[in-house]
């Protein structure tokens, strides 16, 4: 649909799944949508939180030659905690398997998802192979980005790095998902929890040189003033001072109903 590969890494390609988060856009007549391509594989469920945290929506994927697998439950139960309100089911591979098959399929998926945010979303059923429902996918999506999730205006900005590298010629490029406040080049910016300072040299986003990023966007970040080994995915970059470390948390803990066992003090 996008015509980019999300899967770069060659243990990826060889094994047929997602292991790291995958990042693609789509143009449409809304403007460009984001798509985080997280790994289905339960190995790789934290790999699978880091990416969904922050997103406005999900597209709830349920192949029909397998029906509704334990990682599709668990990622269900993910975006239920993360509050998210919205999405689209869709039910691929059909090209693979009978008419009465996919029926199936897609009753489960509507037993699956009822009394939640998904029970009056759109089923939509595709084939990457023979492109059937591909062009309704993305008049779907095009759908959800009619009516974007208001933000609140922060005059401090955040954003969690899930990808560090250095460029030949540039220097040092974090990459995040925008979760607060606005980016321009030129600001100063502090790494956290480490505190180190640095300048932000450049934005791009989406491979567009850009002035300035706002919460929900993908950008690349090119830095000057910090070196490599000062920055690791899961440090985030804010303003300076914003944020601050800390060894107590408050935490809320949800009860899943999918979870049917009896929960003790030192329990896994």
Do not use: W
């Amino acid at each position: 649909m996008t015509g980019i590969e999300t899967d770069r890494l060659r243990e990826e390609q060889e094994r047929g799944l997602s292991i790291v988060l995958g990042f693609s856009y789509l143009e449409t007549t809304q403007g460009l949508i984001d798509l985080i391509d997280v790994p289905g594989h339960e190995d790789f469920i934290r790999a699978m939180i880091s990416g969904a945290t922050g997103i406005d929506g999900i597209v709830l994927i349920v192949a029909a030659d397998e029906g509704i697998m334990p990682q599709t439950r668990e990622h269900f139960d993910i975006a239920q905690v993360l509050e998210i309100e919205r999405g689209i089911i869709v039910i691929s591979k059909i090209d693979i398997v009978p008419a009465d098959q996919i029926a199936i399929v897609e009753k489960e998926i509507k037993a699956f998802v009822h009394g939640s945010f998904l029970e009056k979303a759109p089923v939509i059923h595709t084939s990457a192979k023979t492109k059937k429902g591909i062009d309704s996918l993305r008049e779907q999506l095009e759908q959800l980005a009619k009516n974007p999730i208001a933000r609140t205006q922060e005059k401090n900005f955040y954003l969690p790095i899930d990808r560090v590298f250095t460029m030949h010629g540039f220097g040092l490029v974090v990459t995040g998902t925008v979760r607060g406040g606005k980016m321009c080049t030129h600001d100063k910016v502090q790494i956290m929890p480490g505190g180190q300072l640095a300048t932000i040299r450049a934005l791009q986003n989406h491979n567009r040189t850009v002035e300035s990023v706002y919460p929900g966007q993908r950008v690349a970040a090119n830095l000057r003033n910090i070196k490599r080994e000062e920055v690791r995915r899961g440090n985030t970059l804010a303003s300076p001072g914003f944020l601050r470390p800390t060894r107590r948390i408050d935490a809320e803990l949800h009860l899943l109903t999918s979870h049917n066992e009896k929960i003790t003090n030192n329990s896994p």
